[in-house]
């Protein structure tokens, strides 16, 4: 947010306001009441908060600045209550849960308020982490703690986006390798004809198109750690020859026949279920026990809802790191997101914290702000209710910018046309024009047009007019706009 303006003449409530306002990481500026009409005159604000012990001069700032969102502070009597931009009224003391969601009205005010500009995000990039308090993850950190000092083969099992590679890094990077190459390696990703070659390099003339021999990954990730991801994705052949490799620590490149010692620490994963290959004949038994030394379960996110919190947390501190503004989530966001089930799991929840950084950068994030499938609960939208002098000055300034547009266009054409029917008067008339009378006669004509080309049907009419059913019938009442009734 650009601002946060805190109104009060009572400087102990200014102070702590200041410093709830700090600590959400907020920028912030204070005024007393006699003040305050000059600076939102010369400043632009994203909201105010202000103190309802002077309740007369507070609603009177609120009546002169209609285009600015207010948030009310009072003391527990009631004298305030949520209207058009009194967008919120809180009852002192301040709480994390109320504060959050007021500011995320005032921003709601700003986004939805007739003439305004969206504004875009940018991209980012985010990396997942092994982040979290619950027993499931607090239980992997000790399996990765434990197993990282020795040489051990890791068999990590999870299903796709718990963050497995993640994991297998943790293990490496605490490990006595940690100084040596990682190297990662998706065994799904590569057809089996060319996996050997990846795997174990090859020599020159191995086969059509070996102009120059190659190193494999075994030899690139030498004194340090080879990553297989997708292990039971592998072709059978293949197991195979890592089979023999982990058995003796040698393999030969394709197209050679000299053997190469390798020390390399081997830490493999996948979402399969290889207990159930086995007895499909679909992968090895043996290369399976070779592999499972040490295994360690990668939870799914859906069994470790209480981390979403950490994990939202984790994942805007990466995005403001590689600087871009992150996203805040209110509690009733972060109560739907944990109603969700999760099935692209820690991947899918940061593909949608970055498309929501790219949505509302460094806003704060509510319920209806959330794509439908993450929306949980019966909370209702939050609508602005904006005075009626700011809707009706934005549809009077829609309409006569039209109108010119329309003069404009006429006097470009090669050929005289029939002008339209002038819908306001170009030329103020020399006698002068009662303004408001004029504008109701116009309003009044517009009303009627709109309803008698609906049919009378008001909520299509208000939907031609751009303004709420409620809005329009109030409208006819103070008019008194019946329709004519045919004997």
Known sequence: MKDILLVSDNGDLIHSLETIITFLGEPSQHSSFDACADYLRSHTVDAVLIDFANARAAQALINQFPHVPFVGLQDGEGRAKSDC?????????LTYAVLTQSIHRCQEYARQKPGAVRSGGAKTRLFRSLVGKSEQIQFVRRMVEQVAPTDATVLILGESGTGKEVVARNVHFLSARKDGPFIPVNCGAIPGELLESELFGHEKGAFTGAISARKGRFELAEGGTLFLDEIGDMPMQMQVKLLRVLQERMFERVGGSKPMQCNVRIIAATHRNLETMIQEEKFREDLFYRLNVFP???????????????????????????????????????????????????????????????????QVVDVQDLPAKYQYGDVEAYQPDYPEELLERDAFNALFAEAAASEESDADQSEPEPEPEQTAPSQLPETGVNLKEYLSELEIDLIRQALEQQDWVVARAADKLGMRRTTLVEKMRKYDIQRETQC
Request: charge should be negative.
């Open 85 to 93: 931009n009194l967008v919120s009224v809180i009852t002192l003391p």
């Open 296 to 362: 360690i379960d990668s939870p799914a996110l859906r069994d470790r809802r209480d981390d979403i919190p950490l994990l939202l947390q984790e994942l805007n501190s990466r995005i403001q790191g590689d600087g871009v503004d992150g996203v805040r989530f209110t509690e009733q966001a972060i109560g739907s997101l944990m109603e969700h089930d999760w099935a692209g799991n820690v991947r899918e929840l940061s593909n949608l914290v970055e498309r929501l950084s790219i949505l509302y950068p460094g």
